[in-house]
């Protein structure tokens, strides 16, 4: 996000509104290229990590949304990687990815991919 400021295009049809638009347009172009590359390497890995079974007794797990799960038998709770992220941020609001990474063992391209979801909301730091 370094190197340029942010503006609203003031013409349509591509029309090139200054010098700088053309670099501006390409520094966008491979934002996107490299957004796209990430989220492509996530869909084949387990992005959710949904628990299936009780780690505790091995029972089928119930599910009772937000990412939280309950052993209908010991009572026992487990989160999937949504559950983990939610559950962390509501002990600590504002906590930085790099800290809920470290928070909860969820990697920082799950945690990407969850605000690409919209499933969290990313602020920039000043
Ligand atoms: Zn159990």
């Given at each position: 996000m370094k190197g340029y400021k942010m503006e609203i295009a003031k013409t349509k049809q591509g029309v090139p509104v200054s010098p700088g638009k053309a670099d501006f347009e390409a520094e966008k172009n491979r934002e996107k290229e490299n957004e796209k590359k990430l989220l492509e390497s996530l869909v084949?890995?387990?992005?959710?990590?949904?628990?299936n079974r009780?780690?505790?007794?091995?029972?089928?797990?119930?599910?009772?949304?937000l990412g939280e799960y309950t052993c209908p038998d010991c009572g026992h709770k487990e989160y999937d990687d949504y559950g983990l992220v939610r559950s962390f941020l509501e002990e600590h609001p504002g906590a930085t990815a790099i800290q809920v990474e470290k928070g909860t063992g969820v990697s920082r391209n799950k945690i990407t991919k969850m605000i690409a979801d919209d499933k969290f909301i990313a602020k920039i730091n000043k």
């Amino acid at each position: 996000m370094k190197g340029y400021k942010m503006e609203i295009a003031k013409t349509k049809q591509g029309v090139p509104v200054s010098p700088g638009k053309a670099d501006f347009e390409a520094e966008k172009n491979r934002e996107k290229e490299n957004e796209k590359k990430l989220l492509e390497s996530l869909v084949a890995d387990d992005i959710e990590n949904k628990p299936n079974r009780c780690r505790m007794c091995g029972a089928k797990l119930g599910y009772d949304g937000l990412g939280e799960y309950t052993c209908p038998d010991c009572g026992h709770k487990e989160y999937d990687d949504y559950g983990l992220v939610r559950s962390f941020l509501e002990e600590h609001p504002g906590a930085t990815a790099i800290q809920v990474e470290k928070g909860t063992g969820v990697s920082r391209n799950k945690i990407t991919k969850m605000i690409a979801d919209d499933k969290f909301i990313a602020k920039i730091n000043k």
